[in-house]
């Protein structure tokens, strides 16, 4: 039997270093060899027919290698991979599809992501919650997002917002019309229908909210929560008070941003990520149980008085209509709106028509030449559909609507 280094021998003869690998590979070039003579050693150099063969087979085989690795990567958006394996953000980079097919495993995580993509610099990010009512084509979210790209300054502001989809049809719908949205259905009760004012379902929603919004906070966000039925026409943040911890909008304003009589409106609140806050917000929803029956607004209203909020030390502001209106009391200055909500109002076909009209009076103003803007010759032709009155009559059918479409621009 022959020893090992003769067979080294023979297997070094039987194939030398292709010079063509080497050159493919000029990460891992190959380890130089002694020169030889080849006629002393007994054999003649390969003829170049042969190592054009030879690299005809290596690439062929580096071809089949690579369809192969491809073929197994493509499959991954079909399995139930763990968060250790690849993350969602990963997942969607390379298969956009993969939110629809596999939700996250860990929604936390999740979460994670969605608030890391959307971020500003200052980790703030803008919120809304939708489900399937008002997620439909043509309805509250379609004019919610139209009017940033309305607005006098906001259509940057769409690249930090995050949609909150309250149900499955919901979330499809943002992944349709929108690229950051986060999936928060909740297995105990279905918010894919109209939530009607003060039903137990509308509670049930406005309380999971809450406590939504906390873990925001916990997570180290500053947000901006608005409903979907606010038009934004201006950057709010050049209104914001810099040194308050919970500012919120209000239905009525008095006059005085510290004033805590003013009545609060919780479609619409800016909030940073403190302590104070964090406490702030179990207070408040731990204070439902205290208040059956009520929604997160009216609790706020009792325990905005409550000493627990001047012993954690949160500043409370209350932003003013004039920049911050609504359908209960609207803002009387187009040339200082920030975002008008149409609170006040009950039904969807209601909201859709005086939402649709709100949309047509911005546009009137912006079309405006400079001199008759200062004149404010335009004001708001809303409310009309909706009113407080129409809040009294919950039971009342919803009137039949026929607003003409606005011309596409």
Same mark, same amino acid.
């Given at each position: 039997?022959?020893?090992?280094?003769?067979?080294?021998?023979?297997?070094?003869?039987?194939?030398?270093?292709?010079?063509?690998?080497?050159?493919?590979?000029?990460?891992?070039?190959?380890?130089?060899?002694?020169?030889?003579?080849?006629?002393?050693?007994?054999?003649?150099?390969?003829?170049?027919?042969?190592?054009?063969?030879?690299?005809?087979?290596?690439?062929?085989?580096?071809?089949?290698?690579?369809l192969m690795l491809y073929t197994a990567t493509d499959s991954i958006r079909f399995l139930h991979l763990p968060s250790a394996s690849l993350s969602s953000a990963t997942l969607v980079r390379i298969f956009p599809s993969?939110?629809?097919?596999?939700?996250?495993?860990?929604?936390?995580?999740?979460?994670?992501?969605?608030?890391?993509?959307?971020?500003?610099?200052?980790?703030?990010?803008?919120?809304?919650?939708?489900?399937?009512?008002?997620?439909?084509?043509?309805?509250?979210?379609?004019?919610?997002?139209?009017?940033?790209?309305?607005?006098?300054?906001?259509?940057?502001?769409?690249?930090?917002?995050?949609?909150?989809?309250?149900?499955?049809?919901?979330?499809?719908?943002?992944?349709?019309?929108?690229?950051?949205?986060?999936?928060?259905?909740? #297995? +105990?009760? %279905?918010?894919?229908?109209?939530?009607?004012?003060?039903?137990? !379902? $509308?509670? &049930?929603?406005?309380? =999971?909210?809450?406590?939504?919004?906390?873990?925001?906070?916990?997570?180290?966000?500053?947000?901006?929560?608005?409903?979907?039925?606010?038009?934004?026409?201006?950057?709010?943040?050049?209104?914001?008070?810099?040194?308050?911890?919970?500012?919120?909008?209000?239905?009525?304003?008095? #006059? +005085?941003? %510290?004033?805590?009589?003013?009545?609060?409106?919780?479609?619409? !609140? $800016?909030? &940073?990520?403190?302590? =104070?806050?964090i406490a702030f917000y179990k207070f408040w929803y731990a204070s439902h149980e205290t208040y059956p029956g009520y929604h997160d607004q009216d609790v706020f209203n009792k325990i905005k008085f409550d000493p627990l909020?001047?012993?954690?030390?949160?500043?409370?502001?209350?932003?003013?209509?004039?920049?911050?209106?609504?359908?209960?009391?609207?803002?009387?200055?187009?040339?200082?709106?920030?975002?008008?909500?149409?609170?006040?109002?009950?039904?969807?076909?209601?909201?859709?028509?005086?939402?649709?009209?709100?949309?047509?009076?911005?546009?009137?103003?912006?079309?405006?030449?400079?001199?008759?803007?200062?004149?404010?010759?335009?004001?708001?032709?809303?409310?009309?559909?909706?009113?407080?009155?129409?809040?009294?009559?919950?039971?009342?059918?919803?009137?039949?609507?026929?607003?003409?479409?606005?011309?596409?621009?």
């Amino acid at each position: 039997m022959a020893s090992p280094r003769l067979l080294a021998r023979y297997h070094r003869r039987r194939y030398p270093p292709s010079t063509a690998v080497s050159a493919c590979c000029p990460f891992a070039p190959p380890r130089p060899l002694p020169l030889r003579d080849c006629s002393s050693a007994g054999m003649s150099p390969p003829k170049p027919s042969t190592l054009i063969r030879r690299a005809a087979c290596l690439f062929t085989l580096l071809t089949l290698s690579l369809l192969m690795l491809y073929t197994a990567t493509d499959s991954i958006r079909f399995l139930h991979l763990p968060s250790a394996s690849l993350s969602s953000a990963t997942l969607v980079r390379i298969f956009p599809s993969y939110l629809n097919n596999s939700p996250s495993p860990n929604p936390m995580q999740h979460l994670k992501e969605v608030l890391g993509n959307a971020s500003m610099g200052n980790n703030t990010v803008i919120l809304t919650t939708l489900n399937d009512a008002w997620a439909s084509t043509n309805s509250v979210v379609d004019l919610f997002l139209k009017s940033f790209m309305l607005g006098d300054g906001t259509h940057w502001l769409l690249d930090h917002l995050v949609i909150i989809a309250l149900d499955k049809k919901a979330y499809n719908r943002c992944q349709a019309v929108h690229k950051h949205c986060f999936s928060l259905v909740t #297995g +105990d009760v %279905d918010f894919q229908e109209e939530a009607y004012f003060m039903t137990p !379902n $509308y509670l &049930k929603m406005m309380w =999971r909210r809450i406590d939504f919004l906390r873990s925001v906070l916990e997570l180290g966000y500053d947000f901006v929560f608005t409903d979907t039925d606010i038009m934004w026409f201006r950057d709010p943040f050049l209104q914001f008070f810099p040194d308050a911890d919970f500012q919120i909008a209000c239905d009525h304003f008095f #006059g +005085d941003p %510290d004033d805590l009589n003013n009545m609060p409106n919780g479609g619409f !609140n $800016y909030v &940073k990520s403190n302590n =104070r806050s964090i406490a702030f917000y179990k207070f408040w929803y731990a204070s439902h149980e205290t208040y059956p029956g009520y929604h997160d607004q009216d609790v706020f209203n009792k325990i905005k008085f409550d000493p627990l909020i001047s012993d954690i030390g949160l500043k409370i502001k209350f932003l003013d209509t004039a920049y911050f209106g609504g359908l209960c009391e609207p803002s009387k200055d187009l040339n200082l709106v920030c975002t008008m909500h149409a609170n006040c109002c009950y039904g969807m076909d209601s909201k859709l028509h005086d939402l649709k009209i709100m949309l047509q009076d911005w546009r009137a103003f912006t079309s405006l030449p400079p001199d008759l803007k200062n004149e404010s010759v335009i004001s708001w032709r809303v409310p009309q559909n909706c009113s407080l009155h129409s809040l009294r009559h919950f039971d009342s059918p919803s009137p039949e609507i026929n607003v003409e479409r606005e011309e596409e621009n």
